[in-house]
């Protein structure tokens, strides 16, 4: 159940009738009285448009959290940027930037940062404002391989079912082939990994990361998923911005959807959907250029100039996922 209180109040003092707050109003919380904004609607978004548009400061919505675009790290500007007011080329460029990092350093990464990125992630879009979304933060290493050491005994146990061929190809036979295709995919890079771990302590699941975020929803609204989902990007390209790396790590998702355990481990409620899991830390890389993705087929009568303006730098063709 989302909910739709109504929470906004309005400064009939200060209100100059300009009627911009009940324009963006997505929920018609507010119309027009006597030449002054009012709330008069039964429902809220809670979105803060109305806060937002008020060139007077006359309209406030106590539901959202007055701290919530205060960062430890850094000093944000209370300004709007209109349509246009950024440098595209610019925000391009840290997007094919971000890459995903397999190679870290031993320095950890501060709470308050985590905290900055958790914040950061909140200011994705969301499907009717719902913000199901939910952040679990592992801050440092040895939270980081006790998670990896359930995740590995998950996927031990997976290998091992998965070495009884006849069991994967009966299940295949009657339309499960979830089990044999795991073999032909997985289980030898699996089994190497696990093998690395055991004998020489190596991380091949997280790459030795100091901390993990998990991006969860709990239930209700439409596009819960997809909502934490575009979160989990916010936190990618602020971490980059931040002097971070990132990688996503599919393997811990899977293993959490299979293994409820491993979920309850980290005091993750059972009806909460985890959708991402993603490593972070000091990257021990570094890049010189910026490499491509595959073709798009672009609509009919769009110009590909990819061809006209090849990247500077490396422009070989590589595919990260």
């Not at 003092?13 to 300009?18: A, D, L, R, S, T």
């Not at 507010?30 to 979105?47: E, F, H, N, P, Y």
């Not at 890049?287 to 672009?298: M, N, P, Q």
């Not at 009568?301 to 990260?320: H, I, V, Y």
Request: glycine residues 8%; charged residues 25%.
């Amino acid at each position: 159940m989302i909910d739709r209180t109504v929470t906004t109040i309005i400064d009939a003092e200060k209100c100059i009738g300009c009627e911009l707050c009940v324009k963006v109003c997505p929920s018609n919380t507010i119309s027009m009285q006597d030449g002054k904004a009012c709330v008069t609607g039964d429902r809220s978004l809670q979105c803060g448009h109305c806060v937002a548009v008020c060139p007077v400061d006359a309209v406030r919505v106590d539901a959202i959290d007055p701290h919530s675009l205060s960062f430890n790290n850094f000093d944000l500007k209370n300004r709007w940027l209109p349509h246009g007011d950024f440098d595209t080329a610019h925000l391009v460029q840290l997007m094919a930037s971000r890459r995903s990092c397999r190679n870290y350093t031993d320095q950890p990464v501060d709470r308050s940062i985590l905290a900055d990125l958790v914040k950061i992630g909140t200011t994705a879009p969301s499907s009717t404002n719902c913000q199901k979304w939910t952040f679990t933060v592992l801050p440092d290493r040895s939270a980081v391989n006790e998670f990896g050491q359930r995740i590995g005994l998950f996927f031990k146990k997976l290998n091992q079912l998965a070495e009884k061929r006849l069991i994967c190809k009966a299940l295949k036979l009657i339309g499960k082939p979830a089990l044999e295709d795991y073999y032909r995919e997985f289980y030898q890079s699996v089994k190497e990994g696990l093998k690395a771990y055991e004998l020489h302590g190596r991380d091949l699941l997280f790459h030795g990361a100091s901390a993990v975020i998990v991006v969860g929803t709990r239930p209700g609204g439409s596009g819960r998923m997809e909502d934490a989902l575009l979160a989990t990007q916010n936190i990618l390209l602020a971490a980059h911005s931040m002097g971070l790396g990132t990688c996503l790590i599919g393997f811990a998702v899977e293993a959490m959807k299979k293994d409820a355990a491993i979920q309850q481990f980290l005091a993750i409620p059972a009806e909460e959907t985890v959708c991402s899991v993603i490593a972070v830390g000091y990257p021990d890389e570094q890049y010189e250029g910026l490499t491509g993705r595959d073709s798009v087929k672009l609509p009919s009568g769009a110009e590909n100039n990819s061809e006209k303006a090849p990247l500077e730098g490396n422009t070989d063709k590589n595919r990260e996922t």
